[in-house]
C-alpha cells in the first residue's frame, strides 16, 4: 500500500469514528434530554394530582367545618331541651306534689262534709220536732184565741194569785217567742253550714280542675320536647356519622397527598444530587421552615437584645415554634454546615447557589449533615432554644453575596 492510501484509508477512519462519536453524543443526549423530560412530565404529573388531592382535601374539610359547627348547634339545642326537661320534670313533681295535698284536702273536706251531714240530720230533726210543736201551738192558739189567758187571770183567787197567774202568762209566751227564735236559728245555721260546705267543695273542685289542666299542660309539653329530644338525638348521630366519613376521607385525602409529596421530594432530590456541582437559585419562593406556626416573635431589623440589653441589629426572623416542631429547608440546595456554636446553638447553613445561604439556628436536633443536598420542603432539624436563647423558637437567616439580607424579601 502506498503512503497515500494508507492516509485515504485513515482519513476516512476519523471521519468515521467522529461521525459515530457524534452520533452517540446526540444519542446521549437524546436520551438525556428524553430522560429529562420524562422525570419533568413525572414531577408536574404528581404535582398535578397532589394539588388535585389538596383541593379535594380542603373542599372536604370546609364541609366537615360546616357539619361541626351544625353539630355544635344542635348539640346546643339538645342541650337546652334536656335542660327544659329538667325543669319540667321539677315542675311536674311540684304539681304532683299539689295534687297530694289537694287530695289530702279534699278527703279532709269530705270528712267534714261528712260530719256537717251527720249534724244537718240532726238539726233538721230538730227543726221538724219544733216546727211541729209551734205549729201545735200556733193550732191551738188559733183555736182558743187568749181567751185561756183571761179566764186563768179572772180566775185568781187573790192579788197574789193574780201576779203569780199573769208571770206565768209572760212566761209562757217568751217560752213562745223563744222556741220561735231558736227554730230560725236551727234553720239559718243549716243554711250557711250548707252554703259553706258548697263553697268549699266548689273550690276545691276548681283547684283540682286547674291543678289536673297543669299537669295535662306539662306532661304534653314533656312529650313534645321528648320528641325534639330524640330527633336531635338523631340528628347528632347522623352528623356524627357524616364527621367519620369526612374524616376517614380527608386522612385518605391526606396520605395521598404525603406519598405525592414524597414521590415528588425524592424525585427532586435525586435530580438535585444528579446537578450537586450546577446548584443555582432560580428565584422561586421560600418554603416556611417552621410550618403550621407563623407568629414572629422578633423580626429582622434594628432592636433591643433580650439577653445583652443593648441596642443590636436582629439579622433574621425568630420564628415562634414549640419545641421539637419540625424545622424544613427554605429551598433547594448543599448543607455547607450542621453544626454547633456557643450563639448559635445547633445549627444547618444551606447553600442555594448564586451567593444565596439560608441559616437555621438554635435547633434541638439536626437531621442532615454537611455535604447533603436537600430540597424545597424537606425536614432538616427540630425546634429547639440552643445557643444564645430565651426559649424555643427558630431563628432563620438569608445571606446573599455575603451580607445579611430581609428573608421577607423571599417569601413573596
Not at 355544635?72 to 295535698?101: C, G, T
Not at 453544626?339 to 447553613?349: F, P, Q
Request: aromatic share 8%; charged share 25%.
Amino acid at each position: 500500500m502506498g503512503i497515500n492510501n494508507l492516509m485515504s484509508k485513515k482519513g476516512k477512519a476519523v471521519k468515521m469514528l467522529c461521525s459515530i462519536l457524534l452520533i452517540a453524543s446526540m444519542t446521549v443526549s437524546y436520551q438525556s434530554s428524553v430522560f429529562a423530560a420524562l422525570t419533568n412530565d413525572f414531577i408536574e404529573e404528581s404535582e398535578g394530582k397532589k394539588k388535585e388531592a389538596e383541593d379535594n382535601q380542603k373542599a372536604v374539610e370546609g364541609k366537615l367545618s360546616q357539619v361541626k359547627q351544625m353539630l355544635k348547634e344542635v348539640q346546643n339545642i339538645k342541650s337546652a331541651l334536656d335542660q327544659a326537661m329538667v325543669e319540667a320534670d321539677a315542675k311536674l313533681e311540684d304539681l304532683n306534689n299539689s295534687v297530694e295535698i289537694l287530695n289530702a284536702d279534699i278527703t279532709k273536706l269530705e270528712e267534714e262534709i261528712a260530719t256537717t251531714q251527720a249534724e244537718l240530720i240532726v238539726a233538721e230533726s230538730v227543726k221538724e220536732k219544733q216546727y211541729y210543736t209551734m205549729k201545735k201551738r200556733i193550732q191551738y192558739m188559733y183555736e182558743k184565741g187568749n181567751k185561756n189567758y183571761i179566764e186563768l187571770l179572772f180566775t185568781a183567787g187573790s192579788f197574789s194569785d193574780f201576779l203569780n197567774t199573769a208571770e206565768f202568762v209572760n212566761k209562757i209566751s217568751k217560752y213562745d217567742r223563744e222556741m220561735l227564735n231558736s227554730y230560725m236559728d236551727t234553720v239559718k245555721d243549716i243554711e250557711e253550714k250548707e252554703a259553706k260546705l258548697l263553697s268549699q267543695e266548689e273550690e276545691l273542685n276548681k283547684k283540682h280542675e286547674a291543678l289536673t289542666v297543669q299537669l295535662e299542660e306539662v306532661e304534653n309539653e314533656m312529650e313534645q320536647k321528648q320528641d325534639a329530644i330524640n330527633m336531635y338525638t338523631a340528628d347528632i348521630n347522623n352528623k356524627e356519622a357524616a364527621i367519620k366519613e369526612y374524616e376517614a376521607y380527608i386522612a385518605e385525602q391526606k396520605a395521598v397527598v404525603e406519598a405525592l409529596e414524597a414521590a415528588i421530594l425524592a424525585e427532586k432530590k435525586r435530580l438535585a444530587e444528579e446537578n450537586k456541582s450546577a446548584i443555582t437559585y432560580d428565584g422561586g419562593q421560600f418554603a416556611w421552615p417552621a410550618p403550621n406556626y407563623t407568629r414572629i416573635s422578633d423580626e429582622y431589623g434594628e432592636r433591643i437584645h433580650p439577653i445583652l440589653g443593648t441596642k443590636q441589629f436582629h439579622n433574621g426572623l425568630d420564628m415562634a415554634a414549640p419545641g421539637g416542631s419540625p424545622i424544613l429547608a427554605a429551598y433547594d440546595g448543599e448543607v455547607v454546615a450542621a453544626d454547633y456554636s456557643a450563639t448559635m446553638g445547633n445549627y444547618v447553613m444551606i447553600n442555594h447557589g448564586d451567593g444565596l445561604i439560608t441559616i437555621y439556628m438554635h435547633a434541638s436536633a439536626l437531621e442532615v449533615s454537611k455535604g447533603q443536598v436537600v430540597v424545597r420542603g424537606e425536614e432538616i432539624a427540630k425546634v429547639g432554644t440552643t445557643g444564645r436563647s430565651t426559649g424555643n423558637h427558630l431563628h432563620f437567616s438569608v445571606r446573599k453575596d455575603g451580607s445579611y439580607v430581609n428573608p421577607w424579601n423571599f417569601f413573596s
